[in-house]
């Protein structure tokens, strides 16, 4: 799975979350910190985008972003600014979120 996938900030190495990076043995264990937090922001992102709740859905999609990219928080900002009927941020949206090698 693509976005269980991250580069590790000592050596540039993109792989698989583990507890430590294969090629320079970095200890992971503050990044599978920081994905679990961005995780669970996005649940409750799109639990406030079930209850049509924009505001909180969009403050806590822009918290799950500080912490990295994911690619779901593109695509949850297009779905909020699709409900909000702003269909040139959702199109922007949608892009940002969507893997290049997805995009042809
Ligand atoms: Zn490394």
């Not at 320079?24 to 910190?33: E, G, I, P, S, Y």
């Not at 990219?69 to 949850?76: A, F, K, P, S, T």
């Amino acid at each position: 799975m693509e976005s269980a996938s991250r580069r590790c900030p000592v050596c540039g190495l993109v792989q698989p979350l583990k507890p430590n990076c294969r090629r320079c043995k970095a200890d992971w264990t503050l990044v599978l910190r920081v994905v679990r937090s961005q995780e669970r922001l996005i649940r409750l992102a799109t639990t406030a985008i079930e209850q049509q709740d924009w505001e909180s859905a969009t403050a806590r999609l822009d918290e799950a972003a500080r912490l990295g990219h994911h690619e779901q928080i593109g695509r949850l900002h297009a779905m909020i600014a699709l409900a909000r009927q702003d269909f040139g941020s959702a199109w922007r949206y949608f892009r940002q979120g969507t893997p290049a090698s997805a995009s042809s």
